[in-house]
T-cell receptor, first 112, second 113 residues
Framework: QKEVEQNSGPLSVPEGAIASLNCTYSDRGSQSFFWYRQYSGKSPELIMS????GDKEDGRFTAQLNKASQYVSLLIRDSQPSDSATYLC????????????FGKGTRLHILP | DTAVSQTPKYLVTQMGNDKSIKCEQN?????MYWYKQDSKKFLKIMFS???????INETVPNRFSPKSPDKAHLNLHINSLELGDSAVYFC????????????FGPGTRLTVT
């Protein structure tokens, strides 16, 4: 199975700073990339999707994709304590079964 | 209005029992999924149905049997429950398979004693 790799953390970031979350993937044929946020005891919630190289901004969130390097990242500007959660990177795996593979997630802790 | 709902939210049962989890989505999506999230929080796909047809069947014991009576519903039946089946099971849906954003239900925490 193709892999999606994330640093498990925890990543501690002071309130108001930029949090940078990184993800690498092994399937060069992947076309769709997602970031999900999961609070403890809750279900994953989609926060960003990105399909082409470059940056995509949505409010305080920016997703960055570099297909040549097989790398996708999520930047959170002006981090808030409410951003403390586990962030899951997800990548589609093309083939007979068109499915999404999730990374193991990075725990983010915003320090007040 | 809940987009993806699951019942029950909690399920505690003994080894060897048979149990079912139900899922419904009102988003009009064609594709539904079952995921298992283990104690290490790793989220792994188990099954996917597109328009009531099974399209993904990962390496899951055949004690697990999904059923999709229509494209808005996907149920999961588990026979002969084992301790290792304890996990949170999430249902999800998307407009089409794979490349589209998925929306998750609240999860069912299954504890097998």
């Amino acid at each position: 199975q193709k892999e999606v790799e994330q640093n498990s953390g925890p990543l501690s970031v002071p309130e108001g700073a930029i949090a940078s979350l990184n993800c690498t993937y092994s399937d060069r044929g992947s076309q769709s990339f997602f970031w999900y946020r999961q609070y403890s005891g809750k279900s994953p919630e989609l926060i960003m999707s990105i399909y082409s190289n470059g940056d995509k901004e949505d409010g305080r969130f920016t997703a960055q994709l570099n297909k040549a390097s097989q790398y996708v990242s999520l930047l959170i500007r002006d981090s808030q304590p409410s951003d403390s959660a586990t962030y899951l990177c997800a990548v589609n795996q093309r083939g007979r079964d068109d499915k999404i593979i999730f990374g193991k997630g990075t725990r983010l802790h915003i320090l007040p | 209005d809940t987009a993806v709902s699951q019942t029950p939210k909690y399920l505690v049962t003994q080894m060897g029992n048979d149990k079912s989890i139900k899922c419904e989505q009102n988003l009009g999506h064609d594709t539904m999924y079952w995921y298992k999230q283990d104690s290490k929080k790793f989220l792994k796909i188990m099954f996917s149905y597109n328009n009531k047809e099974l399209i993904i069947n990962e390496t899951v014991p055949n004690r697990f049997s999904p059923k999709s009576p229509d494209k808005a519903h996907l149920n999961l039946h588990i026979n002969s429950l084992e301790l290792g089946d304890s996990a949170v099971y999430f249902c999800a849906s998307s407009q089409e398979p794979g490349s589209y954003e998925q929306y998750f239900g609240p999860g069912t925490r299954l504890t097998v004693t």
